[in-house]
């Protein structure tokens, strides 16, 4: 079974400073996605940033970057020029390749963003 | 194109009630999924479906039944509430596109459910 582990429940970013949130997994699949959901006051889960495992080089949407680090089993998801709009709570999770495969969630970190 | 979409938003049930949510999704999908999200556990799957008809567990699936009679809906029943069940309900939905590749999970805006 897979597991994924957001230790930090908590942390504070001011406004256009640089964030980094972390996560790690335990599983022993060769071939997996990791993802990096936001969940804003609103509820609704948005996809931030996907990575496939084969693949070595971090995956970048525009601010959102990751620091995938497969032998050490790390997925840490680093925020740029933070935005007041980035306060949410983020959520880590993984999916081995295949049919019928489920995500794993792990317990999310609420991020505030400070004016 | 409206994605996922969740019915109802908000419902408050009596201990012992039944009431079934439902969940659509208009991108022609074929994995379909429940989860629960409480507060400090994340989200947790309840059932999952793999396609019309087929439905399946997964980690929390006691005290719900699940039903895919038509590929763009899966509904989710609860037959005798209880108050452990109040909790917000996530429905997703996903492309499959071959053995070793299944696309992103897109969530439906949840279903807050309180049981007294």
């Known amino acids: 079974a897979q597991t994924v582990t957001q230790s930090q429940p908590e942390m504070s970013v001011q406004e256009a400073e640089t964030v980094t949130l972390s996560c790690t997994y335990d599983?022993?699949?060769?071939?997996?996605?990791l993802f990096w959901y936001k969940q804003p006051p609103s509820r609704q889960m948005i996809l931030v940033i996907r990575?496939?495992?084969?693949?070595?080089q971090n995956a970048t949407e525009n601010r959102f970057s990751v620091n995938f680090q497969k032998a050490a089993k790390s997925f840490s998801l680093k925020i740029s020029d933070s935005q007041l709009g980035d306060t949410a709570m983020y959520f880590c999770?993984?999916?081995?390749?295949?049919?019928?495969?489920?995500?794993?969630f792990g317990k999310g970190i609420t991020l505030s963003v400070r004016p | 194109n409206a994605g996922v979409t969740q019915t109802p938003k908000f419902r408050v049930l009596k201990t012992g009630q039944s009431m079934t949510l439902l969940c659509a999704q208009d991108?022609?999908?074929?994995?379909m999924y429940w989860y629960r999200q409480d507060p400090g556990m994340g989200l947790r799957l309840i059932h999952y479906?793999?396609?019309?008809?087929?439905?399946a567990k997964g980690e929390v699936p006691d005290g719900y039944n699940v039903s895919r009679l038509k590929k763009q809906n899966f509904l989710l029943g609860l037959e005798s509430a209880a108050p452990s069940q109040t909790s917000v309900y996530f429905c997703?939905?996903?492309?499959?596109?071959?053995?070793?590749?299944?696309?992103?999970?897109?969530f439906g805006p949840g279903t807050r459910l309180l049981v007294l």
């Open positions: 997703a939905s996903s492309h499959y596109k071959g053995l070793w590749r299944q696309e992103t999970q897109y």
């Open positions: 991108m022609n999908h074929e994995y």
């Open positions: 999770a993984f999916m081995k390749s295949g049919a019928n495969s489920k995500l794993t």
């Open positions: 479906s793999v396609g019309e008809g087929t439905t």
């Open positions: 599983t022993s699949e060769s071939n997996y996605y």
């Open positions: 990575q496939e495992a084969y693949k070595q």
